[in-house]
């Protein structure tokens, strides 16, 4: 069965981190681009962070550049999100999930992505 799982998420305050993961099962997930995304309620989903597959290439949004970080280890079959200074607008469910055409990130078009995950929520509050 091909999923992702994601993990790591919690509650934490403001300024602190926190590493996330999403975890491939039933497919090798370093034949693919891999896109962390983010939600609150009410929010349309918004592109956080993607990781290119031929060159580790990576991409932030405006919002998190400087205090995320993408990074994979195929051997695990896993991706990372590490999350440092963290602010209580990073609050929200995160879900990777697979770019469906392309080695390389290309954008966060939602709909260009298969195979989301549950998510894991992150709460940023003092």
């Known amino acids: 069965q091909v999923q992702l799982v994601e993990s790591g998420g919690g509650l934490v305050q403001p300024g602190e981190s926190l590493r996330l993961s999403c975890v491939a099962s039933?497919?090798?997930?370093?034949?693919?681009?891999i896109g962390w995304f983010r939600q609150t309620p009410g929010k349309e989903r918004e592109g956080v962070s993607c990781?290119?597959?031929?060159?580790?290439?990576?991409d932030y949004a405006d919002s998190v550049k400087g205090r995320f970080t993408i990074s994979r280890d195929n051997a695990k079959n896993t991706v990372y999100l590490q999350m440092n200074s963290l602010k209580p607008e990073d609050t929200a469910v995160y879900s990777c999930?697979?770019?469906?055409?392309?080695?390389?990130?290309?954008?966060?078009?939602?709909?260009?992505?298969?195979?989301w995950g549950q998510g894991t929520q992150v709460t940023v509050s003092s």
């Open positions: 990781i290119s597959t031929r060159d580790g290439s990576a």
């Open positions: 999930a697979v770019l469906r055409s392309g080695y390389y990130c290309s954008g966060y078009v939602p709909s260009d992505y298969d195979y």
């Open positions: 039933g497919f090798s997930l370093g034949y693919f681009a």
